[in-house]
């Protein structure tokens, strides 16, 4: 399967999204958001713009930033141009700290670096420590790949790049310095992020989005046959203790829910109902100390409010104990990111 149809990050849309607006549930229950971006691809998420998602109505105490190549540097060694994004990162932080203290926005940073480089990815390493001044927690080297006709909304990396000795050499440098790593790639991957990860069970290891379930080009229409193969390769997955689970980022155009199409943004009712398969499933495999709940803002912000997918999450985690759903919604990032 190479075939892929054009796809892109949907851009916000925030006359859509102020059409429908819930009250909030739960709104005392401690959350860390484990995963949001920032940059202008799809208008501008700067400081402002990630404040008010992170205080309107739920209790977000903390987040971690997400590399997304931005704010590279545009000059200098190529490997080191992914430390301005960091640099970029520490600033936003900063600022954000002055107007809000009481939130900790991007105490983490997950940065990148080219583990293709292998061993001689150390120095890209200390240099995003270094810029990171205390808040680097790991890096993500972005592996998506849909084959050679995709051109979507991330690189297209090339095939099996995670079998690669050079990619490998450069992972091993990750528990060396004390640093996750979070992958973000299609479901087909996964048996490749499996593969990784029985090869370094000593490194920490957080799959993004579910591992991108895919609904677009071949596999449109195909949810069901789709689900089916996701969950065959989360159950090898879940067998590698290192291995845990961000639940979220199903609103992006490449899963195909299309929620963005519709004339009224989605209710966090419809969207616990659309996503729950995928969910529960992964808790019931992983457990709740390796799953947590992830924003994956702006991008998903595409196709629903900030206040309204956390109310999903929420739907989702009703039947879930306390202890259960402090660990999904704050105790697990905390522990994994070392907040």
């Not at 713009?49 to 977000?60: Q, V, Y």
């Not at 829910?257 to 398969?277: I, T, V, Y």
């Amino acid at each position: 399967m190479t075939k892929f149809e054009q796809t892109t990050h949907i851009h916000t849309n925030e006359d859509w999204l102020g059409k429908l607006t819930e009250e909030i549930l739960e709104p005392d229950l401690p959350i860390i958001d484990p995963h949001h971006h920032l940059w202008d691809r799809l208008g501008p998420y700067f400081t402002d713009e990630l404040l008010a998602d992170l205080t309107s109505g739920h209790n977000i105490r903390q987040s971690v930033f997400i590399q997304c190549r931005y704010g590279y540097r545009t000059d200098g060694p190529t490997e080191m141009m992914p430390v301005g994004e960091t640099e970029f990162v520490v600033g936003i932080a900063e600022e954000a700290a002055r107007k809000r203290p009481d939130i900790g926005a991007c105490n983490g940073i997950v940065a990148h670096a080219n583990l293709l480089l292998g061993a001689d990815v150390q120095p890209v390493l200390d240099a995003q420590k270094e810029a990171a001044k205390g808040r680097l927690r790991g890096i993500r080297h972005i592996t998506a790949s849909g084959g050679d006709a995709f051109s979507g909304a991330v690189p297209n990396s090339p095939l099996r790049v995670m079998y690669q000795e050079d990619f490998r050499a450069g992972f091993a440098k990750l528990a060396e310095n004390d640093l996750t790593y979070d992958g973000w790639l299609y479901h087909p991957q996964i048996p490749d992020f499996t593969d990784l990860a029985r090869a370094f069970p000593e490194t920490t290891m957080v799959l993004d989005h579910f591992g991108g379930p895919l609904g677009i080009g071949p596999y449109r229409g195909k949810g069901d046959e789709v689900f089916a193969e996701w969950k065959g390769y989360m159950i090898e997955l879940a067998k590698c203790e290192n291995a845990h689970i961000k639940l979220g980022g199903l609103a992006m155009d490449v899963n195909g829910f299309d929620l963005h199409k519709e004339p009224l943004p989605p209710s966090s009712g419809e969207c616990a109902r659309l996503w729950r398969p995928y969910f529960e499933t992964a808790i019931e495999l992983f457990g709740p100390d390796r799953c947590m709940f992830e924003s994956n803002f702006p991008v998903d912000k595409g196709a629903v409010s900030y206040p309204v997918v956390w109310n999903a999450f929420k739907r989702i985690a009703a039947g879930a104990s306390d202890e259960e759903k402090a660990k999904l919604f704050h105790d697990t990032a905390k522990r994994v990111y070392r907040l």
